[in-house]
Every structure is written in C-alpha cells, then in structure tokens.
C-alpha cells in the first residue's frame, strides 16, 4: 500500500488547482498564456519526469497510488507546488480519456529551441505545413522520434499542447526537436541557407517516386494539410516535388500514414 502520510488532499472541482487545469485541458490560449499543459497517465507522466520536464503540479487517485506508487513518488518528488490525492469522480472530471489511469500533471511547456543554432546540415526534417488534426500530429512525432529525424518544424500547425497531440506522441514529444514559433516561409529560407535540400510531397503522378529519391546529405520534406495538402505556392518553394506511389484504388493517405512511409524512406539509407 502506498504511504498517504505525506500526500495532500483535494476533494472539491472548486479547488483553484483543479478549476487551472480543467482551463489549461481545454483552452490553447490559456496554455499559451501561462506556458502550462497538461498530461495524463503513467507512461507519459513517468517520460517526462525522466525527461526533466519542469512539473508544476499533480493529481492523483488513491486507486493509482497505489498500482503506480513509484511514479507518483516521482511526482512527489519533482511537483514544485506539490501533488494531491484526489477521489476517483474528481478524476473523471480531469480526464480527456475514458478509462484515465488516475494519474494527472500539469507541466511547463517545453523550452523554445533557438532553429538557427541547433540545424545540422547533414540532417533529416520534416516540415508540417497547416495540419491540423492532433492525433496525426502525435503519431508524426512518435514515427519521427522512431527514426532518429533530427526535428520537425511545425507551420500554421494546431497546438502541439492540444491533449490528443500530447497522448498521441506517447513521450516522443519530450526528445524530438519540435519548432513551432516560424512561418512556412521563414523555415524553407532557413533549410535553404543551411544548404539542406527540400521536398514537397503532393499527390501528382507527375511528381519523382520517393522510392527513387536519394536522402543523402541534409534533407528537409514538406507535408501538407490533411484535407487540402499543399498549395502549389508552398510546393513551389521546395526544390523538388516527390510523392508515394500507390496501387489498386487508393488516392492518397492520410498524413500520419504518408509522414511514416516517408520518414522510413529518408532515414533507411543511413
């Protein structure tokens, strides 16, 4: 059984902690404002601590306490305001999940990295250019952080913050360089300037087969909103067009799948 004797309880949603971080969940202006978000669950609570994320504070259940009670000496130990046992219904109105493990965090948001002065010009990026489901975002970082890509730059793109990205990453958030403050077109110019060679995917049968394209020396792709994918301006941007060549019915795929395909292809020559 887990040791409560050192442990604080919160019991009430009116509780100022509990009201900051049902806010924090739900709205990206109030995260941008603060530099807070937050994360749920075992897994990812247990990576950030290992990762140094700076823990504000955290919540969790008597329940998980007691079937994760060296994550929670964790938190413990890292919370700079302290963590809190709470009952199991104050849980479920934390939760962005069904079936929450019982474990809470809020967080800082993770340091801005200065682009100009961490590229490697003999490395592999991605660009996401306005893609703005979470879920594929999250799987992108986690496919990323798989292959050892050297960062992803992430323009008009939704939150990184938002809580599906966050869960959908699975921790690769913490040790993937991800650059989310510059324009599309501040990026290419910097890509450019380091000497790395840019790639737009598109769908075009007239485009070169990315299973005939060379990732040698610094390399950079584009991929493209889910919906729209790019615009021939962005495209034109780029030094060359590639795309995935398909078989049978399919047209395309869906950002994450295409992102994998093409993150594997990039990195499998090293």
């Known amino acids: 059984m887990f040791d409560y004797s050192e442990i604080r309880q919160v019991t009430s949603r009116d509780n100022p902690l509990v009201k900051q971080y049902i806010k924090l969940r739900d709205q990206k202006k109030y995260r941008i404002e603060l530099g807070l978000f937050v994360l749920e669950g075992a897994r990812l609570i247990s990576d950030a601590i290992s990762e140094g994320l700076r823990i504000e504070y955290a919540f969790v259940t008597e329940q998980a306490a ?11 130990k890292a919370s700079i305001i302290g963590t809190y046992l709470i009952p199991s219904s104050l849980g479920d109105v934390l939760s962005a999940t069904q ?3 019982g474990l809470y965090c809020c967080a800082h948001t993770l340091d801005k990295i200065s682009a100009a002065d961490k590229m490697n010009t003999v490395g592999k990026y991605l660009v996401l250019d306005n893609l703005q489901d979470p879920g594929n975002i999250g799987t992108i970082i986690r496919a990323a952080d798989a292959v050892g890509i050297d960062g992803i730059f992430l323009c ?23 650059v989310d403050d510059m324009d599309y077109e501040s990026v290419i110019s910097l890509l450019h300037a380091c000497g790395i060679m840019t790639f737009a995917s598109v769908v075009d049968a007239d485009a ?4 005939r394209v060379h ?15 790019l615009t021939e301006r962005d495209a034109s941007l780029c030094d060359q067009e590639i795309t995935i060549k398909m078989k049978g019915n399919i ?3 869906n950002a994450a799948s295409a992102a994998s395909i093409i993150l ?7």
């Open 208 to 211: 070169r087969d990315i299973r």
């Open 156 to 178: 008009g793109c939704c939150d990184i913050y938002n809580p599906k990205t966050v869960r959908s990453t699975m921790g690769s958030m913490f040790r993937v360089p991800l």
């Open 66 to 76: 007691n079937k994760y009670p060296d994550t929670v000496a964790g938190l413990m």
């Open 251 to 253: 047209n395309s795929l």
């Open 264 to 270: 594997w292809e990039m990195t499998d020559e090293e």
């Open 99 to 101: 079936g929450s493990q």
């Open 215 to 229: 990732f040698s020396g610094g390399s950079a792709v584009v991929i493209g909103n889910e919906g729209n994918g």
